[in-house]
């Protein structure tokens, strides 16, 4: 969730392309995520931003609960993701179930 507070100039406030990094321990798995806007299913003029994420992991996380089962595992995950900005007022219809 965003402050709400952001710049107008939506060239520089929304990057067409961004990478997340990202290790979880203590069971050592990295992950890597490349994110590209696009307009496969969302229109320019939709208030909706759309994004194609791009998500490869690596390492040996932990088998379910057990805590001496590690697995090594290789991941790829391609991933659609729409995300849009909510003010004060979009959030109080939304919370109240009004269009």
């Avoid at 929304?14 to 798995?29: H, I, K, M, N």
């Avoid at 994110?35 to 496969?40: A, D, E, I």
């Avoid at 994420?53 to 088998?63: F, I, M, S, T, V």
Wanted: hydrophobic share 35%; no cysteine.
């Amino acid at each position: 969730m965003s402050s709400g507070f952001r710049k107008t100039n939506k060239e520089f406030d929304d990057p067409r392309a961004s990478v997340e990094f990202g290790f979880l321990l203590p069971d050592v798995q990295v992950q890597l995520v490349g994110k590209h806007r696009s307009n496969l299913l969302a229109n320019e003029s939709s208030t909706w931003r759309e994004s194609i994420l791009l998500d490869l992991r690596y390492g040996k996380p932990q088998y379910g609960n057990n805590e001496v089962v590690f697995i090594v595992t290789q991941q790829l995950g391609v991933e659609l993701e729409w995300e849009r900005d909510l003010n004060a007022r979009a959030l109080d219809q939304f919370l109240r179930m009004e269009n």
